[in-house]
């Protein structure tokens, strides 16, 4: 089973620093825009086979594990 989130990231960020914070995570940056539909922060979507780095993730992102997709 894989879990997703997809969430915005701060514009200043860097889709090499984003990717280097997935990692750390145990998880992947599947999907990124930059500057996102609405112009402003990356859209990204991570995703991890573990339940519990995924929501690691969230924590650090102050993102809800309600919002984890499973699939």
């Known amino acids: 089973m894989t879990y997703t989130i997809q ?5 200043t960020a860097t889709k090499s620093e984003i990717k280097q914070f997935a990692s750390e995570h145990n ?3 599947s999907k990124f825009q930059k500057n996102g539909p609405a112009g402003g922060n990356h859209f990204c979507v991570f995703t991890s086979n573990s ?3 995924i929501q690691e993730l969230c ?10 997709i499973k699939n």
């Open 7 to 11: 969430t915005d990231i701060a514009h």
């Open 59 to 68: 924590d650090q992102l102050s993102y809800p594990h309600k919002n984890i």
């Open 51 to 53: 339940l519990d780095c």
């Open 27 to 29: 998880c992947i940056l």
